[in-house]
């Protein structure tokens, strides 16, 4: 939304956060894309195959 030219206290009050909190969700996803904005620890998802455990690996 701001990149669509929203200002952040629209947004914030739209979604009951603060603007810091936008400004914070605006930087997460550029920096990391869709995994900066699930939280936690910054890591990339594993890549491969995942085992019938649930593991990933072969």
């Not at 701001?2 to 200002?7: A, D, P, S, T």
């Not at 400004?23 to 900066?36: E, I, K, M, P």
Request: aromatic share 12%; glycine share 18%; proline share 7%.
């Amino acid at each position: 939304m701001l990149v669509r030219g929203f200002k952040p206290g629209a947004i914030a009050g739209q979604l009951d956060v603060s603007g810091q909190t936008v400004y914070n969700w605006f930087h997460a996803w550029r920096d990391s894309g869709v995994f900066g904005l699930m939280g936690g620890p910054q890591r990339w998802p594993c890549v491969g195959p995942v085992r019938r455990d649930g593991r990933h690996g072969t």
